[in-house]
């Protein structure tokens, strides 16, 4: 199994979507390692204690540097030595070092069709805001690898939501969620650690080969 560190900053639905997920038995390769949360108070952090998972919280609020948050938090997630990090409605836009130290290692979940209302300002309700503001008929949730440029790394999974006449910010999130992020989140986590042990596997089958 793959260890896996999920980052939070708020309600947490995506992240208990994977709980459910694994508990439905539908992640055998994910070890739902650790949650760590940039606020103590998040809902996300119920969640993951509800769930038996291991929490770390570092307070954002405590902070006037970004800089200094990002290498607070690269060090936290580091002793976990995680095969995959899950950006699951974590808010803050970090400096290129976390992208840079766990390159390849990162995906992320956005609640739109990138590259649609991403980057800096579009996060969580505000997303949906603009996807209304702009009369978009169809938009979804993408997972995509975390680059040091926000929304804009390689494209894992999309899933399209059709918006409806009288859609609010709120209707069409809670659509987004239900219909988008909540399915495509668990598959690509799952497909993301099945690939990571088929690699691991073969490092070690070179490793034997050369060393025989
Ligand atoms: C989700 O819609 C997620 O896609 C979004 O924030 C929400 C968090 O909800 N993430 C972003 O906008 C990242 N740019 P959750 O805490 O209930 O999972």
């Not at 060090?75 to 803050?92: D, H, K, S």
Request: net charge neutral; with cysteine.
């Amino acid at each position: 199994m793959t260890d896996v560190v999920i980052m939070v900053s708020g309600g947490g639905t995506n992240l208990q979507a994977l709980i459910d997920a694994k508990s439905r038995g539908k992640l055998p390769h994910v070890n739902l390692r650790a949650v760590v949360s940039s606020s103590s108070n998040a809902y996300a952090v119920t969640r993951a204690e509800c769930a038996g998972i291991e929490t770390v919280s570092l307070d954002i609020k405590g902070y006037s540097d970004r800089g200094q948050y990002t290498r607070d938090l690269c060090g936290l997630i580091r002793n976990y030595n995680p095969g995959l990090i899950v950006t699951a409605g974590f808010l803050y836009v970090l400096t290129p070092e976390f992208a840079e130290e766990f390159d390849g290692r990162v995906i992320n979940i956005h609640p739109s069709l990138l590259p649609s209302f991403g980057g800096v300002g579009c996060y969580g309700i505000h997303v949906h805001e603009k996807a209304l503001a702009a009369g978009v008929k169809v938009t979804g949730a993408t997972v995509h690898y975390v680059t040091a440029i926000p929304d804009t790394g390689p494209i894992i999974a999309q899933k399209a939501v059709e918006v409806l006449d009288g859609d609010t910010p709120e209707t069409l999130q809670q659509r987004v969620m239900r219909e988008a992020e909540w399915v495509i989140l668990p598959k690509a986590v799952e497909a993301f650690c099945i690939k990571n042990q088929v690699n691991q596997r073969q490092k070690g089958h070179n490793y034997d080969t050369f060393a025989s």
